[in-house]
Protein backbone atom coordinates (compact mmCIF):
# COMPACT_ATOMS: atom_id res chain seq x y z
CA UNK A 1 0.00 0.00 0.00
CA UNK A 2 0.88 3.71 -0.77
CA UNK A 3 0.92 6.47 1.87
CA UNK A 4 0.91 9.54 1.00
CA UNK A 5 4.05 10.25 1.81
CA UNK A 6 5.95 7.32 0.44
CA UNK A 7 9.90 7.98 0.16
CA UNK A 8 9.84 5.96 -3.25
CA UNK A 9 7.57 7.97 -5.01
CA UNK A 10 9.03 9.13 -8.67
CA UNK A 11 11.13 11.82 -8.67
CA UNK A 12 9.41 15.44 -10.08
CA UNK A 13 11.64 16.43 -12.57
CA UNK A 14 10.83 19.76 -12.97
CA UNK A 15 11.26 20.62 -9.78
CA UNK A 16 14.14 18.83 -9.54
CA UNK A 17 15.82 20.40 -12.31
CA UNK A 18 14.48 23.93 -11.62
CA UNK A 19 15.57 23.88 -7.66
CA UNK A 20 19.42 22.25 -7.96
CA UNK A 21 19.59 24.05 -11.49
CA UNK A 22 19.61 27.50 -10.55
CA UNK A 23 21.61 27.04 -7.65
CA UNK A 24 24.02 25.14 -9.04
CA UNK A 25 24.31 27.54 -11.73
CA UNK A 26 24.62 30.56 -9.96
CA UNK A 27 27.13 28.97 -7.63
CA UNK A 28 29.41 28.36 -10.37
CA UNK A 29 28.52 30.70 -13.23
CA UNK A 30 28.41 34.05 -10.53
CA UNK A 31 31.71 33.46 -8.92
CA UNK A 32 33.52 33.07 -12.78
CA UNK A 33 31.83 35.93 -13.96
CA UNK A 34 33.04 38.15 -10.83
CA UNK A 35 36.56 36.85 -11.69
CA UNK A 36 36.75 38.36 -14.46
CA UNK A 37 34.19 40.98 -14.74
CA UNK A 38 33.01 43.31 -11.82
CA UNK A 39 29.30 43.74 -11.41
CA UNK A 40 27.89 46.99 -12.19
CA UNK A 41 26.17 48.82 -9.49
CA UNK A 42 22.55 48.40 -11.90
CA UNK A 43 23.09 44.82 -11.54
CA UNK A 44 23.19 44.67 -8.22
CA UNK A 45 20.01 47.15 -7.80
CA UNK A 46 18.18 44.76 -10.29
CA UNK A 47 18.78 41.95 -7.76
CA UNK A 48 17.35 44.12 -4.67
CA UNK A 49 14.56 45.64 -6.91
CA UNK A 50 13.45 42.44 -8.64
CA UNK A 51 14.09 40.12 -4.98
CA UNK A 52 11.98 42.58 -3.26
CA UNK A 53 9.34 42.61 -6.11
CA UNK A 54 9.18 38.79 -6.33
CA UNK A 55 9.02 38.10 -2.56
CA UNK A 56 6.25 40.68 -2.42
CA UNK A 57 4.00 39.38 -4.83
CA UNK A 58 4.30 35.81 -2.79
CA UNK A 59 3.56 37.42 0.48
CA UNK A 60 0.98 39.80 -0.85
CA UNK A 61 -0.28 37.98 -3.55
CA UNK A 62 0.08 34.35 -3.66
CA UNK A 63 -0.09 33.59 0.28
CA UNK A 64 -2.44 36.94 1.98
CA UNK A 65 -4.81 37.69 -1.02
CA UNK A 66 -5.01 34.79 -3.11
CA UNK A 67 -4.30 31.96 -0.49
CA UNK A 68 -6.35 33.45 2.54
CA UNK A 69 -8.32 36.26 1.18
CA UNK A 70 -7.53 38.22 3.79
CA UNK A 71 -8.54 41.56 1.58
CA UNK A 72 -9.55 42.92 -1.94
CA UNK A 73 -6.97 44.43 -4.58
CA UNK A 74 -8.19 46.22 -7.68
CA UNK A 75 -7.09 44.57 -11.03
CA UNK A 76 -4.26 46.58 -11.40
CA UNK A 77 -2.60 45.73 -8.17
CA UNK A 78 -3.79 41.86 -8.78
CA UNK A 79 -2.17 42.14 -12.33
CA UNK A 80 1.64 43.60 -10.68
CA UNK A 81 1.41 41.16 -7.69
CA UNK A 82 0.72 38.12 -10.36
CA UNK A 83 3.42 38.89 -12.97
CA UNK A 84 5.80 39.37 -10.04
CA UNK A 85 5.16 35.91 -8.41
CA UNK A 86 4.84 33.74 -11.80
CA UNK A 87 8.40 35.28 -11.68
CA UNK A 88 9.13 34.02 -8.38
CA UNK A 89 8.37 30.27 -10.00
CA UNK A 90 6.48 29.07 -7.26
CA UNK A 91 3.85 27.40 -9.68
CA UNK A 92 1.14 29.25 -10.75
CA UNK A 93 -1.40 30.89 -8.10
CA UNK A 94 -3.76 28.10 -8.09
CA UNK A 95 -1.35 25.40 -7.50
CA UNK A 96 0.02 27.26 -4.48
CA UNK A 97 -3.10 28.69 -2.99
CA UNK A 98 -4.33 25.28 -3.12
CA UNK A 99 -1.52 23.42 -1.45
CA UNK A 100 -1.53 26.45 1.11
CA UNK A 101 -4.55 25.56 2.22
CA UNK A 102 -4.49 22.01 2.65
CA UNK A 103 -1.28 22.99 4.58
CA UNK A 104 -3.43 24.78 7.43
CA UNK A 105 -6.12 22.13 7.39
CA UNK A 106 -3.81 19.45 8.00
CA UNK A 107 -0.63 21.28 9.60
CA UNK A 108 1.66 18.82 10.72
CA UNK A 109 -0.01 15.93 9.83
CA UNK A 110 2.32 13.58 8.04
CA UNK A 111 0.27 12.03 5.51
CA UNK A 112 -1.97 14.85 4.29
CA UNK A 113 -0.02 18.16 5.33
CA UNK A 114 2.32 18.63 1.56
CA UNK A 115 5.46 20.14 3.42
CA UNK A 116 4.62 18.89 7.16
CA UNK A 117 7.36 20.02 9.47
CA UNK A 118 7.25 16.98 11.37
CA UNK A 119 9.00 14.91 8.76
CA UNK A 120 11.89 17.24 8.93
CA UNK A 121 13.79 20.44 7.90
CA UNK A 122 14.40 18.98 4.59
CA UNK A 123 11.48 18.03 3.59
CA UNK A 124 9.51 20.72 4.42
CA UNK A 125 12.11 23.14 3.19
CA UNK A 126 12.62 21.28 -0.73
CA UNK A 127 12.20 17.88 -0.28
CA UNK A 128 8.50 17.92 -0.94
CA UNK A 129 8.86 19.25 -3.72
CA UNK A 130 11.57 17.05 -5.10
CA UNK A 131 9.07 13.94 -5.29
CA UNK A 132 5.61 13.71 -6.74
CA UNK A 133 4.11 12.37 -2.71
CA UNK A 134 0.50 11.63 -2.54
CA UNK A 135 0.19 14.67 0.09
CA UNK A 136 1.34 16.70 -2.33
CA UNK A 137 -0.91 15.75 -5.34
CA UNK A 138 -2.97 18.67 -6.81
CA UNK A 139 -6.80 18.88 -5.68
CA UNK A 140 -8.66 22.23 -6.59
CA UNK A 141 -11.68 21.20 -4.65
CA UNK A 142 -10.59 23.62 -1.47
CA UNK A 143 -10.36 26.44 -4.34
CA UNK A 144 -13.99 27.13 -6.12
CA UNK A 145 -13.06 30.71 -5.78
CA UNK A 146 -9.75 30.38 -7.75
CA UNK A 147 -11.03 28.49 -10.41
CA UNK A 148 -13.49 31.39 -11.02
CA UNK A 149 -11.06 33.74 -11.60
CA UNK A 150 -10.32 34.74 -14.98
CA UNK A 151 -6.82 36.05 -14.32
CA UNK A 152 -5.75 33.07 -11.75
CA UNK A 153 -6.99 30.81 -14.54
CA UNK A 154 -5.36 32.34 -17.25
CA UNK A 155 -1.75 32.51 -15.60
CA UNK A 156 -2.57 28.90 -14.69
CA UNK A 157 -3.53 27.46 -18.05
CA UNK A 158 0.19 29.58 -19.66
CA UNK A 159 2.22 28.84 -16.44
CA UNK A 160 5.31 27.77 -17.97
CA UNK A 161 5.45 29.80 -20.69
CA UNK A 162 4.55 33.57 -18.45
CA UNK A 163 7.28 32.04 -15.65
CA UNK A 164 10.28 31.70 -18.78
CA UNK A 165 8.91 35.00 -20.34
CA UNK A 166 9.60 36.96 -16.82
CA UNK A 167 12.81 35.26 -16.03
CA UNK A 168 14.95 35.85 -19.36
CA UNK A 169 13.23 38.74 -21.16
CA UNK A 170 12.77 41.08 -18.81
CA UNK A 171 16.38 40.95 -16.74
CA UNK A 172 17.75 41.17 -20.84
CA UNK A 173 15.37 44.11 -21.17
CA UNK A 174 16.87 45.85 -18.13
CA UNK A 175 20.27 44.57 -19.01
CA UNK A 176 20.14 46.45 -22.42
CA UNK A 177 18.48 49.51 -20.54
CA UNK A 178 21.38 49.70 -18.20
CA UNK A 179 24.21 48.54 -20.47
CA UNK A 180 24.84 45.37 -18.35
CA UNK A 181 23.01 42.41 -19.96
CA UNK A 182 24.93 39.53 -18.10
CA UNK A 183 25.25 41.43 -14.88
CA UNK A 184 21.61 41.47 -15.06
CA UNK A 185 20.96 38.32 -16.18
CA UNK A 186 23.30 36.65 -13.63
CA UNK A 187 22.52 38.73 -10.41
CA UNK A 188 18.68 40.44 -11.30
CA UNK A 189 17.76 37.32 -13.00
CA UNK A 190 19.45 33.83 -11.81
CA UNK A 191 20.80 34.41 -7.82
CA UNK A 192 17.84 37.04 -7.41
CA UNK A 193 15.72 33.54 -8.53
CA UNK A 194 17.81 30.96 -5.62
CA UNK A 195 17.36 33.97 -3.22
CA UNK A 196 13.56 33.94 -3.56
CA UNK A 197 13.00 30.37 -3.39
CA UNK A 198 15.33 30.10 -0.28
CA UNK A 199 13.72 32.56 1.72
CA UNK A 200 9.91 31.67 0.56
CA UNK A 201 10.85 28.02 1.60
CA UNK A 202 12.15 29.03 5.15
CA UNK A 203 8.83 29.65 6.16
CA UNK A 204 8.10 26.34 5.73
CA UNK A 205 10.91 24.83 7.13
CA UNK A 206 12.80 27.04 9.86
CA UNK A 207 9.41 29.10 10.58
CA UNK A 208 8.08 25.63 11.79
CA UNK A 209 11.55 24.98 13.87
CA UNK A 210 12.76 27.91 15.42
CA UNK A 211 10.85 30.77 17.26
CA UNK A 212 8.05 31.48 20.44
CA UNK A 213 5.16 30.13 19.97
CA UNK A 214 2.61 32.83 22.37
CA UNK A 215 -0.36 32.45 21.29
CA UNK A 216 -0.39 28.39 20.74
CA UNK A 217 1.45 25.09 20.83
CA UNK A 218 -1.03 23.00 19.19
CA UNK A 219 1.14 23.39 16.10
CA UNK A 220 4.60 23.59 15.00
CA UNK A 221 4.96 27.25 13.63
CA UNK A 222 6.80 29.91 15.56
CA UNK A 223 7.29 33.74 15.75
CA UNK A 224 10.34 34.44 14.67
CA UNK A 225 11.58 38.20 14.41
CA UNK A 226 15.07 37.62 12.20
CA UNK A 227 12.78 35.75 9.81
CA UNK A 228 10.60 38.09 9.24
CA UNK A 229 13.33 40.86 7.95
CA UNK A 230 13.68 38.17 5.48
CA UNK A 231 10.30 37.01 4.81
CA UNK A 232 8.72 40.73 4.50
CA UNK A 233 6.72 39.76 7.56
CA UNK A 234 5.99 35.73 7.02
CA UNK A 235 8.22 35.10 9.81
CA UNK A 236 5.31 35.63 12.34
CA UNK A 237 3.95 32.19 11.61
CA UNK A 238 2.51 31.76 14.97
CA UNK A 239 0.11 33.96 15.24
CA UNK A 240 -0.50 33.49 11.48
CA UNK A 241 -1.21 30.02 11.93
CA UNK A 242 -4.25 30.70 14.73
CA UNK A 243 -5.10 33.65 12.79
CA UNK A 244 -4.91 32.86 9.36
CA UNK A 245 -7.91 35.83 7.72
CA UNK A 246 -5.62 38.21 9.18
CA UNK A 247 -4.37 40.61 6.55
CA UNK A 248 -1.42 41.08 9.07
CA UNK A 249 1.00 38.84 10.48
CA UNK A 250 2.88 41.24 12.94
CA UNK A 251 0.48 42.75 14.62
CA UNK A 252 2.11 45.21 16.82
CA UNK A 253 3.94 48.38 15.75
CA UNK A 254 7.59 46.94 16.12
CA UNK A 255 7.09 43.92 14.20
CA UNK A 256 8.80 44.17 10.95
CA UNK A 257 6.12 43.50 8.36
CA UNK A 258 6.69 45.02 5.20
CA UNK A 259 3.76 43.01 3.47
CA UNK A 260 0.98 44.29 5.58
CA UNK A 261 2.53 48.13 5.35
CA UNK A 262 1.99 47.53 1.36
CA UNK A 263 -1.94 46.22 1.69
CA UNK A 264 -2.54 48.68 4.33
CA UNK A 265 -0.97 51.69 2.17
CA UNK A 266 -2.34 50.92 -0.95
CA UNK A 267 -5.56 51.08 0.87
CA UNK A 268 -5.12 54.93 1.47
CA UNK A 269 -5.50 55.31 -2.29
CA UNK A 270 -8.49 53.01 -2.40
CA UNK A 271 -6.52 49.86 -4.69
CA UNK A 272 -7.30 47.39 -1.22
CA UNK A 273 -10.21 46.89 0.44
CA UNK A 274 -12.10 44.78 3.47
CA UNK A 275 -8.50 44.09 4.86
CA UNK A 276 -9.83 41.72 7.47
CA UNK A 277 -8.36 41.83 11.22
CA UNK A 278 -8.95 39.16 13.51
CA UNK A 279 -10.96 40.15 16.68
CA UNK A 280 -8.82 41.81 19.57
CA UNK A 281 -10.49 39.71 22.13
CA UNK A 282 -9.76 36.62 20.71
CA UNK A 283 -5.71 37.49 20.22
CA UNK A 284 -5.58 38.74 23.91
CA UNK A 285 -7.74 35.00 24.94
CA UNK A 286 -5.26 33.41 22.64
CA UNK A 287 -1.93 35.24 24.08
CA UNK A 288 -2.88 35.06 28.11
CA UNK A 289 -4.52 31.58 27.93
CA UNK A 290 -0.98 29.78 26.52
CA UNK A 291 1.18 32.27 29.78
CA UNK A 292 -1.61 30.53 31.87
CA UNK A 293 -0.78 27.06 30.64
CA UNK A 294 2.89 27.53 30.41
CA UNK A 295 2.47 28.59 34.14
CA UNK A 296 1.04 25.36 34.79
CA UNK A 297 3.26 23.26 33.09
CA UNK A 298 5.62 24.76 35.13
CA UNK A 299 3.87 24.13 38.25
CA UNK A 300 3.55 20.71 37.82
CA UNK A 301 7.13 19.71 37.71
CA UNK A 302 7.96 20.62 41.00
CA UNK A 303 7.70 17.95 43.73
CA UNK A 304 5.12 16.80 46.18
CA UNK A 305 6.43 18.11 48.99
CA UNK A 306 5.79 21.56 48.17
CA UNK A 307 2.47 20.01 47.24
CA UNK A 308 0.28 22.05 49.37
CA UNK A 309 1.98 25.71 47.99
CA UNK A 310 1.89 24.44 44.73
CA UNK A 311 -1.74 24.07 45.33
CA UNK A 312 -2.35 27.62 46.51
CA UNK A 313 -0.38 29.52 43.80
CA UNK A 314 -2.48 27.07 41.18
CA UNK A 315 -5.68 28.25 42.38
CA UNK A 316 -4.05 31.93 42.25
CA UNK A 317 -3.31 31.71 38.78
CA UNK A 318 -6.44 30.49 37.45
CA UNK A 319 -8.42 32.59 40.01
CA UNK A 320 -6.91 35.91 37.34
CA UNK A 321 -7.00 33.91 34.70
CA UNK A 322 -10.69 33.30 35.38
CA UNK A 323 -10.90 37.17 36.09
CA UNK A 324 -8.86 38.11 32.98
CA UNK A 325 -11.19 36.31 30.57
CA UNK A 326 -14.41 37.83 32.34
CA UNK A 327 -13.20 40.94 31.52
CA UNK A 328 -12.20 40.40 27.82
CA UNK A 329 -15.92 38.80 27.31
CA UNK A 330 -17.28 42.07 28.61
CA UNK A 331 -15.05 44.04 27.13
CA UNK A 332 -16.25 42.15 23.71
CA UNK A 333 -19.85 42.53 24.52
CA UNK A 334 -19.24 46.54 25.18
CA UNK A 335 -17.89 46.21 21.93
CA UNK A 336 -20.54 44.49 20.20
CA UNK A 337 -23.19 46.44 22.03
CA UNK A 338 -21.33 50.10 21.22
CA UNK A 339 -20.88 48.37 17.35
CA UNK A 340 -24.74 47.52 16.99
CA UNK A 341 -25.69 51.15 18.41
CA UNK A 342 -23.37 52.81 15.85
CA UNK A 343 -24.52 50.55 12.95
CA UNK A 344 -28.34 51.14 13.95
CA UNK A 345 -27.36 54.81 13.98
CA UNK A 346 -29.19 54.54 17.10
CA UNK A 347 -26.67 56.42 19.84
CA UNK A 348 -26.85 60.34 20.52
CA UNK A 349 -24.10 62.38 21.61
CA UNK A 350 -25.01 60.92 25.39
CA UNK A 351 -24.86 57.59 24.75
CA UNK A 352 -21.65 58.01 23.27
CA UNK A 353 -20.09 59.53 25.84
CA UNK A 354 -21.27 56.80 27.86
CA UNK A 355 -19.81 54.14 25.79
CA UNK A 356 -16.73 56.09 26.14
CA UNK A 357 -16.59 55.99 30.32
CA UNK A 358 -17.23 52.44 29.87
CA UNK A 359 -14.45 51.81 27.70
CA UNK A 360 -12.48 53.75 29.66
CA UNK A 361 -13.50 51.98 33.04
CA UNK A 362 -12.87 48.62 31.42
CA UNK A 363 -9.93 49.38 30.24
CA UNK A 364 -8.30 50.04 33.10
CA UNK A 365 -9.82 47.63 34.61
CA UNK A 366 -8.11 45.19 32.45
CA UNK A 367 -4.75 46.44 32.32
CA UNK A 368 -4.54 46.09 36.40
CA UNK A 369 -6.32 42.53 35.86
CA UNK A 370 -3.44 41.86 33.22
CA UNK A 371 -0.44 43.21 35.44
CA UNK A 372 -1.84 40.86 37.89
CA UNK A 373 -1.81 37.85 36.09
CA UNK A 374 1.51 38.46 34.38
CA UNK A 375 3.29 38.95 37.64
CA UNK A 376 1.73 35.78 38.92
CA UNK A 377 2.82 34.08 35.70
CA UNK A 378 6.10 36.01 35.56
CA UNK A 379 6.95 34.44 39.59
CA UNK A 380 6.22 31.07 38.69
CA UNK A 381 8.14 30.97 35.53
CA UNK A 382 11.23 31.64 37.42
CA UNK A 383 13.76 29.43 37.67
CA UNK A 384 14.44 30.05 41.62
CA UNK A 385 10.70 29.87 42.19
CA UNK A 386 10.10 26.89 45.00
Known sequence: MTTRVDPNSPYNWPGVITLFGTSIAALVAIPLYAWFNDFSTAAWVSFVVLAIANGMAITAGYHRLWAHRTYEAHWTVRFVLMFFGTMAV????????????????????????????????????MGWMLRKYESGKEDFSNSPDLLKDPMVMFQHKHYTALALGTNFILPVIIGFMVGDVWGVVLLGGLLRLVWSHQTTFFINSLAHIWGRRPYTDENTARDNDILAVFTYGEGYHNYHHLFQYDYRNGIKWFHIDPTKWLIAGLSFVGLTKNLKRCDAFAIEKARIAMQFKRAEQKLLGHPTAMQAQMDAVKARLAQEYEHYSKALQDWAKLKEAWYNDTKNALKNGETLAAYKLKFKAMEVEMRLQRKRLQALVSQVQKPSFA
Open 90 to 125: QNSVLVWASGHRTHHRHVDDTENDPYSAKRGFWFSH
